[in-house]
């Protein structure tokens, strides 16, 4: 059984480029989150997903950043017009339920390095 | 607002000796506790976790402590080895949020041969 996979592992962009950063949960996962780390901190909450529903996305940036999860293919988190601020790790995370109690699967991460 | 805090940002331990990790939360909405561990450059691996309703859950050499009146729990690795080194975070969830995790810091664990 695969683990949660993210595509790219490293991304470089330069100010005002596009990001798009892609998370395919574990097989058998609905729900998709999205969290970014900055450096020296720890782990933030974005936004969470089931299949082309956006359930709670109160941790996203309100201008420039938007994330879907469409019917078919990966889950996308898709950055506009980049700051150099915006250079973090991006990590999606996968659980076959909703609702407290269910371990999130992380994936290995998309670091994003803004120039 | 920091409402899950690991107030040791490292930990050095003596492989074979105990290493407690711990970890206070303000909000008592929360229901749900994880451990996660992480390598540089990798993602997060979930490593135990404990339901509000129990007050301690083993696996292995990992053992998680709840004490609730206290907002308080803590990570026990027996007997610690040197491939334990790596961040710890620790993370909370609630039911009404929908499962988000809410983490930590981390703390840094350096297990010496």
């Known amino acids: 059984n695969a683990g949660v996979m993210q595509n790219p592992r490293h991304l470089v962009r330069r100010r005002g480029q596009e990001a798009r950063l892609r998370c395919s949960p574990m097989?058998?996962?609905?729900?998709v989150y999205w969290y970014r780390q900055l450096p020296e901190e720890g782990l933030k909450f974005m936004v969470y997903?089931?299949?082309?529903?956006?359930?709670?996305e109160s941790g996203m940036p309100k201008e420039r950043f938007s994330a879907e999860f469409p019917k078919e293919g990966p889950s996308i988190l898709r950055i506009q017009q980049v700051v150099r601020g915006d250079s973090a790790a991006y990590f999606c995370?996968?659980?076959?339920?909703?609702?407290?109690?269910?371990?999130?699967?992380f994936g290995p991460g998309t670091r994003l390095t803004v120039t | 607002d920091q409402q899950v805090k690991q107030n040791s940002p490292s930990l050095s331990v003596q492989e074979g000796r105990i290493s407690i990790l711990n970890c206070d939360y303000t909000?008592?909405?929360?229901?749900?506790f994880l451990w996660y561990k992480k390598y540089p450059a990798e993602g997060p691996t979930f490593l135990i976790s404990?339901?509000?309703?129990?007050d301690k859950n083993e696996d292995g050499r990992f053992t998680v402590f709840l004490n609730k009146s206290a907002k308080h729990l803590s990570l026990h690795i027996v007997p610690s080895q040197p491939g334990d080194s790596a961040v710890y975070f620790c993370a909370a969830s609630a039911k009404e949020y929908g499962n988000k995790l809410v983490f930590g810091a981390g703390t840094i664990l350096r297990v010496k041969s």
């Open positions: 995370a996968s659980s076959p339920r909703y609702g407290g109690g269910y371990e999130q699967y």
């Open positions: 097989k058998g996962h609905s729900h």
């Open positions: 997903l089931q299949k082309e529903n956006i359930i709670d």
């Open positions: 404990i339901s509000s309703i129990k």
């Open positions: 909000n008592s909405m929360f229901d749900y």
